[in-house]
């Protein structure tokens, strides 16, 4: 039998949402969410309109690196927004906003502030078909570029266009190739280089799978697009300032053409961003190529980077935050096997990936599909009954508020939804 997580505060919610918004959700991807409403968050925890409490792996769906209402983001940000929010024209903190940035990026020279990671993407794609003079580019099958028409494919079927309305004609702009296969992407630049602008991937496939790639596979990459003259663009909108400061960039060594930002970038405020060579991202300055937003660069957005990059650099959490993960995979995959469940636990700490299925490697998306994704997603909502707040699709956050009291808590909780898994 189906569990009633809901409430009763978020059971009335819900009633008078769903006659004003439609499925109650002002966002698709929180339509299989469970059907509750949150009134309070904190640090690593959210409380529901309830009551309840959760610890919180799914941070927003990311964004909450540092945990919620941080207090020292949300003083900078009211602090700024006190002297107005939106010119219409260029303010201070842009140009801070976008030197700490660079600065925590090392290798790009030139960054843009936008809205959401899938507008940048496709500031990004622009960019590329511009300096080239080509059309198509070169995607992954499992990874996650935003909702618009180029770029939205189901995650059922490869190549299938995954919205009623969407112009599926689109999708013939993009190649979609199996990820972490390089000889895959040089037989296809061989038939395919002079009509192709640029590459684009997820370059740790966080959004399937949590899957890194294989060692060597980034570079191969870069020669490749250096051979062929095509833009890599790597979409950092998950993996930046969450893997390390400097993203995957930093933790691979392999440095792109344009990248894009979003979720941890501003400590939960809604900012995104697109980053990379003086050279091409000039071409956004000179007017030839048109990126543009009302609402981009705003003091809101713009504050929250500049005091997120400052705490980020005054304080790093990136350890503290592997140590977290580290312990938080080992004991999950510890927990299930006390309860004879079979837990694969992957992928890196801050951003892993937990399905059930033998504990083995995976390199790939044939082998992620060999573990039972169904049976996981079926549990989830007796973690949420427990108060873990995660996600179906197997993915778990980990944020700078997590600390020991949270790991105890989450173990408990856990094993508690197992036990009553197997009973
Ligand atoms: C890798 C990646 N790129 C782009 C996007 C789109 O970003 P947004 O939801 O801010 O438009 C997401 C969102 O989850 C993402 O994970």
């Given at each position: 039998m189906a569990?009633?997580?809901a409430g009763a505060e978020s059971k009335r919610l819900r009633e008078r949402a769903l006659s004003v918004i439609p499925g109650a959700v002002n966002s698709n991807i929180r339509l299989s969410a469970p059907p509750v409403f949150f009134g309070r968050a904190s640090g690593a925890t959210l409380w529901d309109v309830d009551g309840r409490d959760y610890i919180d792996y799914v941070l927003g769906q990311g964004p909450h690196f540092l945990g919620h209402a941080c207090e020292r983001v949300n003083a900078a940000v009211a602090e700024a927004c006190a002297q107005g929010m939106l010119f219409g024209a260029s303010q201070a903190l842009e140009v801070e906003a976008a030197e700490l940035v660079l600065?925590?990026?090392g290798w790009a020279e030139r960054l843009r502030l936008g809205l959401t990671g899938t507008e940048c993407v496709q500031a990004a794609l622009r960019l590329s078909r511009a300096v080239t003079g080509r059309r198509k580019f070169v995607r992954f099958d499992g990874h996650y570029h935003g909702w618009l028409d180029n770029v939205l494919i189901s995650p059922d079927e490869r190549a299938r266009q995954a919205s009623d309305g969407q112009v599926g004609e689109y999708l013939n702009d993009s190649f979609?190739?199996?990820?972490?296969?390089?000889?895959?992407?040089?037989?296809?630049?061989?038939?395919?280089g002079d009509s192709i602008c640029a590459v684009i991937m997820e370059p740790v496939m966080v959004n399937t799978g949590g899957?890194?790639?294989?060692?060597?596979?980034?570079?191969?990459v870069r020669e490749l697009c250096d051979q062929y003259g095509v833009v890599l663009i790597f979409d950092e909108v998950i993996t930046g300032f969450r893997v390390a400061r400097g993203g995957a960039v930093e933790r691979y060594g392999v440095v792109p053409d344009l990248a894009i930002y979003g979720k941890a970038i501003g400590g939960g405020w809604p900012v995104a961003a697109v980053a990379g060579r003086a050279?091409?991202?000039?071409?956004f300055g000179s007017g030839r190529v048109n990126h543009s937003g009302t609402f981009n660069g705003s003091?809101?957005?713009a504050a929250a980077v500049v005091a997120t990059q400052r705490l980020l650099?005054?304080?790093s959490p990136y350890d503290r935050v592997a140590d977290y993960g580290n312990a938080l995979m080992k004991g999950l995959?510890?927990?299930a096997a006390d309860h004879g469940v079979a837990l694969n636990v992957h992928g890196l700490p801050a951003a892993f990936h937990v399905s059930l299925g033998p504990q083995m490697p995976v390199p790939d998306l044939r082998t992620l599909n060999e573990l039972d994704l169904a049976g996981y997603a079926a549990l989830t909502d007796r973690f949420v009954a427990q108060g873990l707040w995660v996600m179906r699709r197997g993915i778990w956050f980990v944020s700078a508020a997590h600390g020991d009291a949270e790991l105890d808590r989450t173990l408990d909780r856990f094993g508690a939804a197992l036990g009553g898994a197997s009973s």
């Open positions: 569990l009633d997580l600065q925590a990026l979609i190739l199996d990820w972490n296969d390089a000889d895959a992407l040089a037989e296809l630049l061989r038939e395919h899957i890194e790639p294989r060692p060597g596979y980034l570079r191969r050279d091409l991202m000039d071409e003091v809101m957005a650099a005054e304080n995959a510890a927990v």
